[in-house]
């Protein structure tokens, strides 16, 4: 089964301070993205890598970072954290290469930026 | 504007009834449509997937449906559980011409079973 875990389940973090959310995942998949899923509004994509050192801007990129430096771990990364921010964060990963390519997606982090 | 509309919002039906869940859209162009099960406090999980040429799908007591024509989709759940309790998201994708693909998900139908 592939599995994808993200470091924390919940986050509390201040206004203004760098918040590093962790993500990785086991089954050796090129593709990997980062969402943030709010009521009402379904989920928004952030960034996404298609592979090692390679990243993209999503839908919503504004005010994050993302790093992968290792083909099993995607880092997503604020800066200077807002309430706005305030969020579900969910990371998934695919294997890529085909239409009907799969996103299995970790247990996500709630984080709350106060 | 790429959309993904789903009906109802919220639902709730005793343990054992059957429902049905439907999903709208106007993504252009598409590639594949798949239907989410999202646990409390989990990441969503892919139940089905179909492509144009499919109308239809089956895991379990879940059977989709897709009428590319119309651009509709059901999703319907015979014999409901109280572990179907879940919020049920559509998702329509759409092929970038640069390779890969652009996911449009729904704002999810928030199913309760009750005994």
């Known amino acids: 089964d592939v599995k994808v875990t993200q470091s924390s389940r919940y986050l509390v973090k201040r206004t203004g301070e760098k918040v590093f959310l962790e993500c990785v995942q086991d089954?050796?998949?090129?593709?990997m993205f980062w969402y943030r899923q709010d009521p009402g509004l379904g989920l928004r994509l952030i960034y996404f890598?298609?592979?090692?050192?390679?990243?993209e801007k999503g839908d919503i990129p504004e005010g994050y970072s993302v790093s992968r430096e290792k083909k099993e771990r995607f880092s997503l990364i604020l800066e200077s954290a807002s309430t706005n921010q305030t969020s579900m964060y969910l990371c998934?990963?695919?294997?890529?290469?085909?239409?009907?390519?799969?996103?299995?997606f970790g247990p996500g982090t709630r984080l709350t930026v106060l | 504007k790429n959309q993904v509309e789903q009906s109802p919002q919220s639902l709730i039906i005793l343990e054992g009834k059957n429902c049905t869940l439907q999903?709208?859209?106007?993504?252009?162009?598409?590639?594949?449509l798949r239907w989410y099960k999202q646990d409390t406090g989990r990441g969503p999980v892919s139940l089905t997937i179909?492509?144009?040429?499919?109308n239809t799908k089956s895991n379990g007591r879940y059977t989709a449906t897709l009428d590319a024509d119309t651009k509709q989709s059901s999703l319907h759940i015979t014999a409901s559980q109280l572990s179907d309790s879940a919020s049920y998201i559509c998702?329509?994708?759409?092929?970038?011409?640069?390779?890969?693909?652009?996911?449009?998900f729904g704002t999810g139908t928030q199913l309760k079973v009750e005994l």
């Open positions: 998934a990963s695919s294997l890529g290469g085909i239409s009907t390519d799969t996103q299995y």
């Open positions: 089954m050796d998949h090129e593709n």
């Open positions: 890598s298609y592979d090692v050192k390679m990243k």
């Open positions: 999903c709208n859209y106007t993504v252009s162009p598409f590639s594949n």
């Open positions: 179909m492509t144009f040429s499919e």
């Open positions: 998702v329509v994708s759409a092929p970038l011409t640069g390779g890969g693909n652009k996911l449009t």
